[in-house]
């Protein structure tokens, strides 16, 4: 199952980054001042308009988008169940404490 899943994943994966790699880049002159030299109406150089948002490259984008962080999430969530809690630390053994006390050593007598 999660061998699938991996699977389904990479292939959402790949197919979403030839998606955005074909999309036109939109953002060429965003840098360049502001003056909304592209075109369209507004101030934001037919950045927003209607025509570019129901693109079908958009709508596919989102839905892959969607989709990877779907099975992101549920590739998280299979991997954590059937563990045991563990900690690193439960194999570390700590060793016993020597109890053993020092006889004081009595001065040496001078005669």
């Known amino acids: ?3 699938v899943l991996l699977v389904i994943h990479l292939l959402i994966t790949l197919s979403l980054i030839g998606v955005v790699l074909v999309q036109k880049s939109e953002g060429g002159a965003l840098g360049m001042g502001g003056s909304g030299s592209g075109g369209g109406s507004g101030g934001f150089g ?3 308009t209607g025509q570019s ?3 079908l490259l ?3 984008t989102a839905i892959l988008a969607a989709a990877f962080i779907a099975s992101s ?3 998280t969530i299979l991997a ?5 809690t563990r900690s690193i630390t439960d194999d570390i053994t700590v060793p016993a404490i020597q109890t053993e006390t020092e006889q004081p050593v009595a ?3 001078s005669e």
């Open 58 to 60: 958009t709508r596919t």
């Open 73 to 75: 999430l549920l590739l």
């Open 80 to 84: 954590d169940t059937g563990r045991t």
């Open 1 to 3: 199952m999660n061998n």
């Open 46 to 48: 037919g950045f927003l």
């Open 107 to 109: 001065p040496p007598v």
């Open 53 to 55: 948002t129901a693109n």
